[in-house]
């Protein structure tokens, strides 16, 4: 089974900065897309942004709440995917989740357990 482990969580003051990463194992067959989410308690899941793997496009796109503040890239070499997160604001504080979507007609999604963001006004 594909197991995805998010890491680069904590604490960071409004306007300040950081790096999330997401790393997957196991076998990685399909055609695939990342993606972070993030969710607060009492909230639905939402995403945030995504970007293909399973080709060299690197496609990439963005929630319209972290669009010019938040870059997302990938290392393939290291089954790695990360989040850049800069100017942050409070209401960005929530658990982020790594999500690998495989497409196609039997599309599968697998998630990670998520990494806590705390961002203090």
């Known amino acids: 089974q594909v197991q995805l482990v998010e890491s680069g969580g904590g604490s960071v003051q409004a306007g300040g900065s950081l790096r999330l990463s997401c790393v997957a194992s196991g076998d990685i067959t399909c055609f695939s897309e990342m993606h972070w989410y993030r969710q607060t308690p009492g909230k639905e899941r939402e995403w945030v942004a995504g970007?293909?793997?399973?080709?060299?496009?690197?496609?990439?796109a963005f929630a319209e709440s972290v669009k010019g503040r938040f870059t997302i890239s990938r290392d393939n070499a290291r089954n790695m995917v990360s989040l850049q997160m800069n100017s942050l604001k409070p209401e960005d504080t929530a658990v982020y989740y790594c999500?690998?979507?495989?497409?196609?007609?039997?599309?599968?999604?697998?998630w990670g357990n998520g990494t806590l963001v705390t961002v203090s006004a």
């Open positions: 970007i293909t793997t399973g080709d060299n496009t690197n496609n990439t």
């Open positions: 999500n690998l979507h495989c497409r196609g007609p039997n599309s599968y999604d697998y």
